[in-house]
């Protein structure tokens, strides 16, 4: 960063989303990703790269910082939903990450921008969908708990972000979770798709953006932890038929501006 502006943007942005990923329970990479390629002039895959970083960070924050409303012990109690999605997500992101070392960054954009739009959809039909039920048991629920956490797992890596605007109505509709405690489970779903998503990164040698940019990634991060905390504290006050919608339309923009990016 070349600039006091440049901190302060890096600094207030990864604020602004650690917040709103800290509410919801998102790594907030799909409002942060146009933030890197835009503002910053990140190109493609070291976008995704540090995007995944910086989510990484919101999501290992986030979760602690929401148990005033969700404890841990309510997470503990929902293992087995945790490990069927990760059954699946854990190798989605493997071979999500190699498929996007190996993208031209033009196609990246293009896959990025459609992407954000799929998750704008997601956003606005899924959230509002009150939790009635799971949707199928039994070993129907398990398969299709493998086959959707496999195709998070992908998107995920792809994106760089940690897929909690799927993984929501995912547990609301699949598994029959509270929207709330949806939230705080798929960080814990999260967090291990991520790194795994990181380790096939770093195999070809794409992991080494992050060194290059020391300081940027230590500034956003320090906003992104500030704004967890911000967010966790204000779970349970801002209605979600509110918000989310607004959150749809922000990325409805932001994969219009990563499409015409060049």
Do not use: C
């Not at 195999?203 to 992050?210: I, K, M, N, P």
């Not at 509110?242 to 923009?253: E, F, Q, S, T």
């Amino acid at each position: 960063m070349k600039s006091l502006r440049d901190k302060s943007t890096a600094f207030g942005g990864g604020a602004l989303i650690g917040t709103l990923g800290g509410l919801i329970g998102l790594g907030g990479a799909e409002f942060r990703l146009p933030l890197l390629i835009g503002a910053f002039g990140f190109r493609a895959l070291d976008a995704v790269i540090l995007n995944k970083a910086m989510s990484l960070v919101v999501v290992a924050t986030a979760l602690p910082f929401r148990t005033a409303t969700v404890p841990f012990v309510e997470i503990a109690n929902h293992w087995q939903v945790i490990v069927n999605l990760l059954a699946g997500s854990l190798l989605g992101a493997w071979f999500g990450a190699g498929w996007a070392t190996r993208l031209k960054s033009e196609t990246l954009y293009k896959v990025i921008s459609v992407l954000l739009v799929i998750i704008a959809i997601v956003l606005i039909f899924g959230h509002n969908v009150s939790s009635a039920g799971a949707f199928v048991t039994g070993s129907t629920q398990l398969v299709a708990g493998v086959i959707a956490g496999f195709a998070i797992g992908v998107v995920a890596s792809l994106m760089g972000v940690a897929g909690g605007e799927l993984l929501i109505p995912t547990l609301v509709l699949l598994f029959g979770a509270d929207i709330k405690l949806a939230g705080s489970l798929s960080l814990a779903v999260s967090l291990p798709t991520m790194i795994v998503g990181f380790a096939r990164y770093s195999q070809d040698q794409a992991f080494s953006v992050l060194r290059r940019n020391g300081a940027f990634v230590l500034t956003m991060a320090i906003g992104s932890i500030v704004g967890t905390f911000v967010g966790g504290r204000l779970l349970g006050v801002v209605p979600g038929n509110v918000l989310l919608p607004a959150l749809a339309l922000i990325l409805v923009v932001s994969a219009v501006k990563v499409w015409r990016h060049r």
